[in-house]
């Protein structure tokens, strides 16, 4: 990030996102670390159900409803 005057800031972005560059001091705030490590847990062994490897769906942590359709 590169300070351009007093009020706005230059960041590098991705060429493949659409907005511009430069962003107004109110608009950034600190980044912080995370206080609380993540857990990485191992994927669970698919389960076989006739022959063929099939998933169990056990909590689905966020759903999104478009157009009234799951």
Do not use: W
Request: glycine share 2%; net charge positive.
């Amino acid at each position: 990030m590169k300070q351009i005057n007093v009020v706005a800031f230059q960041h590098k972005l991705l060429d493949s996102m659409k907005i511009h560059f430069v962003f107004h001091v109110f608009l950034l705030e600190p980044c912080h670390a995370p206080t609380i490590q993540r857990k990485i847990h191992e994927p669970l062994p698919p389960v076989k159900i006739s022959g063929k490897q099939n998933y169990k769906v056990e909590i689905v942590f966020d759903s999104k409803v478009s157009n009234h359709q799951f």
